[in-house]
């Protein structure tokens, strides 16, 4: 009898324990995100990349540098406003040409805003809305896991449980119907080099080498050590109440896959010296190389992205700063200065300075959720909508072209530079798609005095903003939040007018509406949301 009773409880005890075995650790992969790009702008790129330039001579043809800093702080240089860190040689672009007050990216994260960058275009209009991912929550078991663990604050995951399979995965990256600066230069025998952090994909048809570039040196991933930890002349300083630093410093160790140094995306590169420094070594071997041709380098430096290391030469330098996390932020910024230095002397030393237009920019607001910086006084930073999020350092020199010292005071964005560009070489761009950036030449030496853009646009999912003239509207529909802040009478988003302002939010929203109807889909989803609390309330932010 006791044996026939406890048969019946084992074979429940078998039952459940096989149903929540198969609920927990059931696979999330589907076909429901199934990558397709637009065949119709894959050809008509094509097409006109494939047609010759009649009179390369007819054209100016300006060498261009283009220097992207990696979570760069709008506050983060001494020309705006650092009080800690003294940086001549990056304001020194600025106070010999311009230096835009209110310049943005399109987006608060790295890839997307680099799409942008590179296309002149929203990047939703093709679908880049958020960063390529090579890892999604495999099953509930991990959610579960993800969700309860206070390891994870301020990251929360996603409650859709279905994510792309392994072979979409691996064609998240930058669409092939996009033509990037590069390319566009190309066509003009420009000599091309993308020297740093690439970020917009490892899948064949996204690498620099197939996206214009004739030379490159650095790495796909997001981040990467910038020495091995083993090197006694390098200080590392983990953050280690931040997840995403544990994430870093984890999946940098030994700069194995995307977090590899590669030169022309074959040849592993194995350097102890510290990266920053090498990354400028390789532009100058680059512009010795080719000073005879019009050159385009693309130098996007990962400094001062986590994970923070930084020479004991630099750190020494801080030693005022109590904070080790702060310290170490400092002088990687101060070292990040140095080595702009060296590239813009070189540039003087080649007699090239009068024919080389050249833009330095971060490529979103400074990560304060780690710490090493806090945006200030403007709200919120990486990741977030607010002016902390998308608001940058961004300057331009051309001398000759620029009158030195010119401050301008109007909204600009990152995409402004591929028509700039365009509109000095004198670059007739396809008309098979819509450019949204704006040749900023005319503006900024006063032939044109309205605004350059009527109104600035972000998504990323749920999360939206919009600046019109000197309103702002932040929409967030993951908690059916909207903020409406006048940017003129406060820079710093402290005051909500949303309620007090129902024409004003009427006329964003509305603005909103239309310029997302010209949009698409992400070809991908994001993996988790951010959680940006402060002593307002909690809000939820697109990661």
Known sequence: MHLKKVLPVAAIVLIVTISCSAFLFRSFNTDRYKIFFDERLIKGKSDYLATKVKDLNGHKRPNIILILADDLGATDLSLYGNKKVYTPNIDGIGQNGVMFTE???????????????????????????????????????????????????????????????????????????????????????????????????????????????????????????????????????????????????????????????????????????????????????????????????????????????????????????????????????KCLDDQVGRVLAHVDSLGLADNTIIVFLSDNGGASYNGTTDNAPYRGGKLTNFEGGIKVPFMMEWKGKIKPGTKYTQPVISMDIFATVAAAIGIDLPKDRKYDGVNLLPFVDGELSQAPHQALYWRSDFNKAIRKGDWKLIVNEYDNTNQLYNLKTDSIESNNLYASKPEVAKDLLQSLDDWEKEMIKPLWPRVVNYVYRDSKGTYNFAF
């Open 103 to 333: 310049g943005y990216i399109t987006s608060p994260v790295c890839s997307p805003s680099r799409a942008g960058i590179l296309t002149g275009r929203y990047q939703q209009r093709f679908g880049h809305e958020f960063q390529p991912q090579q890892r999604y929550l495999k099953n509930m078991a991990e959610y579960v896991g993800f969700k309860m663990l206070p390891r994870y604050k301020p990251l929360s995951p996603l409650k859709e449980l279905e994510v792309p399979s392994t072979e979409d995965r691996l064609r998240q990256g930058l669409p092939p119907s996009e033509i990037t600066l590069a390319e566009l230069l190309k066509k003009y025998d420009y000599k091309t080099a993308c020297i740093g952090k690439w970020h917009l994909g490892a899948a064949d048809f996204a690498l620099p080498t197939n996206r214009g570039f004739d030379y490159q040196y650095g790495f796909y991933e997001a981040f990467t050590l910038y020495a091995p930890k083993e090197n006694h002349d390098i200080v590392n300083c983990p953050i280690k109440r931040d997840f995403m630093d544990h994430h870093e410093w984890e999946t940098a160790e030994g700069r194995k896959g995307n977090c590899a140094i590669l030169r022309n995306c074959c040849e592993r590169q194995e350097d102890s010296k510290y990266l920053t420094n090498t990354l400028t070594d390789e532009a100058i071997g680059f512009m010795d190389k080719n000073k005879d041709d019009p050159f385009f380098l693309y130098l996007p430096y990962n400094a001062p992205h986590a994970p923070l290391q930084v020479p004991q030469s630099y750190y020494k330098q801080f030693a005022n700063i109590k904070d080790p996390v702060k310290r170490i932020y400092a002088a990687m910024i």
